[in-house]
């Protein structure tokens, strides 16, 4: 496991890991189409589910210097009600917790920046655009969880994966591209995807 250094950080990473362990989440929450269509939407369904994949996709995107537009998200949130812009998200994972607020939602990342629904379920709305982002930095890193920092010139804003580590894939976008290319919209080389099916299947080629 890898821990953070700083002695102020970890301290309120320990308060902030137990303000979350005692409050249950409520996974309906994260549902919300009506129960009754057969054609429901469940956010959940969109995370990579397993070490591997979260491998191979940070990977591909290392190898390939490329970003992933991931169509079909954008579709899920338009269809459940969330507004979207013309940039399709490269990243998204369907639960965090944010700060130390104890607020939980899902953490899509494009172009103009990292946008989440944890202050209002039902409203998506940016949290950092990459204009004041100064560094991601990785915080922890466990079995099935992971935290990170996003670092901008006043603060920290500390976010938590609780049950996957979908984050990395995040880490290795930013890692690999962002720093180098994407702040200045330079030699970009952006792959659309508009299913799942596409994405998963380009995560397991060889090449």
């Given at each position: 496991m890898k821990k953070i250094q700083d002695q102020s950080d970890k301290e309120r990473l320990h308060e902030f890991k137990k303000d979350l362990n005692s409050n249950e989440i409520n996974w309906a929450d994260f549902v919300m189409a009506d129960d009754?269509?057969?054609?429901?939407?469940?956010?959940?369904?969109?995370?990579?589910?397993?070490?591997?994949?979260?491998a191979q996709a940070s990977a591909k995107i290392k190898n390939k210097k490329a970003i992933t537009g991931l169509v079909y998200i954008n579709t899920a949130l338009s269809e459940l009600g969330y507004e979207t812009n013309n940039h399709n998200p490269f990243f998204f994972t369907?639960?965090?917790?944010?700060?130390?607020?104890?607020?939980?939602?899902?953490?899509y990342v494009n172009r103009d920046g990292l946008h989440s629904?944890?202050?209002e379920k039902s409203e998506s709305k940016m949290i950092f655009s990459w204009d004041s982002v100064k560094?991601?930095?990785?915080?922890?890193e466990g079995e099935s969880s992971i935290i990170i920092t996003i670092v901008s010139e006043e603060s920290k804003l500390i976010i938590y994966e609780p049950y996957s580590k979908n984050m990395l894939v995040l880490?290795?976008?930013?890692?690999?591209?962002?720093?180098?290319?994407?702040?200045?919209?330079?030699g970009i080389n952006e792959i659309a995807f508009h299913t799942q099916e596409e994405y998963l299947n380009w995560l397991q080629e060889k090449n």
């Open positions: 009754s269509d057969s054609n429901e939407i469940n956010l959940g369904d969109f995370d990579l589910n397993n070490d591997e994949l979260i369907s639960l965090v917790n944010v700060s130390d607020k104890e607020l939980s939602g899902f953490l629904n944890y202050l560094d991601i930095e990785l915080v922890e880490l290795s976008i930013y890692k690999n591209i962002w720093k180098n290319s994407l702040k200045d919209e330079i």
